[in-house]
Each structure stands twice: as structure tokens, then as C-alpha cells.
């Protein structure tokens, strides 16, 4: 009996207690604004990418055809692994779409991303962040708060981060 | 005394019982895991990354600003819903939610100075 009680304790420790301090301490309670920066080894080598990923770079430029080519490749890569990309419409010209917990864990989405789509997404996005959705976001923020809007991503970032607003909230920080 | 053990094992039990569902409770994920953290990644490329209600971002906060980052989150469309992850925001970094999601966390990743190497995801 006594045994008995002894397992069934240690398995509920074993189930409920120790995840839930090792999620405790790896999950700490920020504290905003400043945390102490831990040093990260970056990753030892270079992610491949497909040689016509490759290609859509090659010019220093990516056009809108050469992003939905290799997003489509993406979402099809990502299908033969099992998990299907939800897609929704193209938002300023880039793609909306959303992945299950599984699909952003797995392994094989990550390499289809990296292959086949990543560093294009990367160029594409950079290259129309002025009209990007974000950028739409933040003129609607810095609107509501009365702050002139700027032509650039940047320059709204730093208006609103000047004026202690975060942009995710569009609420006062503090 | 067989009773009074008894006694102290119904209680041992009964405590270790709300200790754990406490706890089991303080597993799921929640707005209280949103927050900040930062990160070196190499050398001198010093980053950060922040999940509020409303979405997620990623900036690099060393002078040398020579990394590109990204971001995304993940969020619940209503609560009880299977949790969704948003496409990568690899430009300004700023990702958002539509008002009403339920925001869980931000995941955050920096290429150092060269493009080549990756540090991350981290979450916040």
C-alpha cells in the first residue's frame, strides 16, 4: 500500500511538478525594458538553399513572380511532409498564411522554408516594407496618437518608440 | 495512530494533489508567458525580442545593426482553439494579431554579421 501511494505520488511529481518548474525557470517574468543579453553560438553551418532559390537571388533583386514561385514551392514542400500551409490573401503583396503547432515545429516545414522560400520571403519583404501591412499598422497608430506619419517603417518605429508607444499595442509603455 | 497516519497520508496526497494542478495549470500556455529577452548572438550582434497582446517583434540593439531578423507568433484564434503560428515578418520585424486572437508568445531569430549563420528561434 505504501508503495503504492509512493508511486502514484512520484508519477504525479513526475507529470505535473517537474515540467511545471522547468517551465517556470525557463519562462522567467521578463523585465522590460532591459534584459541582460545571454551569448548564443549561431548556428555552425550555412542553411542550403535550392539551386532556383539560388537563382531568384542571383540578379540582387526579387520580383513578384519569382516570390510567388518559390512560396509555392514552400507551401508544396511543406504538403509532401505531412502538414498543410493555410493560406490566406496576399496582404500588400505578401502572403498571409498561417501553419499548426506542428507544421512550425517540424524540421522538415523549417528546411522547406529555408530551401525553397526563406531568403526570398527575406529580400521580398525587406524591399516592400514601406508597403507592407506593417507599415500600414504603425501610420494607423501613429495616427491615433496624433504623430505625423512618416514615409518609412523605420521612421515610424522610432516616432512611436520616441513618444514610449508600443507598436504592437499602440498602448503607452509603462 | 493507524488512523493518524491515515490522516497524514490523505493529507500529504491532498496537498501534493493541488500543488500539482497548480502547477499543471501554470504549464498551459498563457498571455503571462508574453515578455522580453535578449540575446548575443556571436560576438558583438546584441538583439532582443519582445510578445505583447498584440503581436511580436524583433530588433537588434547593438550599434553595428549588421543581421538581418525576424519574427513571428503564435496565437490561439479564440480560446480553446488549436494554436496557429503566423508566416515569418522579416523585414521590420513587427508581427500582429487580429484584435480578438488570443496572443501566446513570439518566436525570434537574427542572422549575424554575414548573413550565413542563424541565431534562434527564441521565444518570448
Known amino acids: 500500500m505504501k508503495t503504492r501511494i509512493g508511486v502514484i505520488l512520484a508519477a504525479f511529481a513526475m507529470l505535473f511538478g517537474v515540467p511545471a518548474v522547468v517551465t517556470a525557470c525557463a519562462n522567467p517574468q521578463p523585465a522590460r525594458p532591459i534584459a541582460p543579453a545571454r551569448s548564443i553560438t549561431p548556428s555552425a553551418q550555412p542553411k542550403a538553399i535550392s539551386p532556383i532559390q539560388s537563382s531568384e537571388l542571383s540578379n540582387g533583386t ?6 510567388q514561385a518559390a512560396f509555392r514551392r514552400f507551401t508544396a514542400c511543406a504538403q509532401q511532409a505531412g502538414f498543410n ?18 507544421a512550425a515545429n517540424s524540421k522538415q516545414v523549417e528546411h522547406c522554408y529555408d530551401f525553397e522560400f526563406g531568403q526570398v520571403d527575406t529580400a521580398w ?7 507592407s501591412s506593417t507599415s500600414v499598422h504603425l501610420s494607423e497608430c501613429l495616427k491615433k496618437q496624433g504623430i505625423p506619419v512618416p514615409s518609412t517603417v523605420k521612421k515610424m518605429v522610432e516616432l512611436l518608440e520616441q513618444a514610449s508607444i508600443d507598436p504592437t499595442t499602440c498602448k503607452r509603455i509603462g | 495512530m493507524t488512523r493518524e497516519i491515515g490522516k497524514s497520508k490523505v493529507a500529504l496526497f491532498t496537498s501534493c494533489l493541488v500543488v500539482g494542478i497548480t502547477q499543471f495549470v501554470g504549464v498551459a500556455p498563457s498571455a503571462s508567458a508574453l515578455g522580453y529577452d535578449a540575446w548575443l548572438c556571436g560576438r558583438d550582434n546584441q538583439w532582443a525580442g519582445q510578445s505583447t497582446s498584440g503581436g511580436a517583434s524583433t530588433k537588434e540593439t547593438s550599434a553595428s545593426d549588421c ?12 480560446s480553446g482553439s488549436q494554436t496557429y503560428y503566423t508566416g515569418w515578418a522579416a523585414s521590420s520585424s513587427y508581427v500582429f494579431v487580429n484584435p480578438g486572437n488570443i496572443m501566446l508568445g513570439g518566436n525570434h531569430a537574427v542572422t549575424s554579421c554575414g548573413v550565413i549563420y542563424e541565431c534562434g528561434p527564441f521565444t518570448t
Open chain 1, 62 to 67: 526579387v520580383t513578384f513572380d519569382e516570390y
Open chain 2, 67 to 78: 543581421g538581418s531578423v525576424k519574427v513571428r507568433a503564435f496565437y490561439k484564434l479564440y
Open chain 1, 125 to 131: 519583404q525587406v524591399a516592400n516594407e514601406n508597403t
Open chain 1, 85 to 102: 500551409v493555410s493560406v490566406g490573401s496576399l496582404q500588400y503583396n505578401v502572403y498571409n498564411y498561417r501553419l499548426t503547432e506542428a
